[in-house]
């Protein structure tokens, strides 16, 4: 099973933005590229600049959603 891991690991790290990874009935992997924000330190107030990024979305397919959810 980790080899399964591995292998959507690797297809996330080398995607570019908007790229999917699919698995039938499972769900989506979707790499999304995240705009630089201002982001502050709630105990001092100071400001930073948080950097653009990659972060990854997952949306659930929909035969899982049935299962999960009895429908």
Same mark, same amino acid.
């Given at each position: 099973?980790? %080899? !399964?891991?591995?292998?959507?690991?690797?297809?996330?790290i080398? $995607?570019?933005?908007?790229?999917?990874i699919?698995?039938?009935?499972?769900?989506?992997f !979707? !790499?999304?590229? &995240?705009? *630089?924000?201002? $982001? %502050?330190? *709630?105990?001092?107030?100071?400001?930073?600049?948080? *950097?653009? &990024?990659?972060?990854?979305?997952?949306k !659930? $397919?929909? &035969?899982?959603? %049935?299962?999960?959810? $009895?429908?």
């Amino acid at each position: 099973m980790s %080899r !399964v891991f591995e292998i959507i690991s690797e297809e996330i790290i080398n $995607g570019e933005d908007n790229h999917k990874i699919q698995i039938s009935g499972f769900g989506t992997f !979707v !790499v999304k590229k &995240r705009a *630089p924000k201002i $982001g %502050r330190n *709630p105990k001092t107030k100071e400001e930073k600049l948080i *950097p653009e &990024r990659f972060g990854i979305s997952f949306k !659930v $397919g929909k &035969r899982l959603y %049935r299962e999960l959810n $009895g429908k």
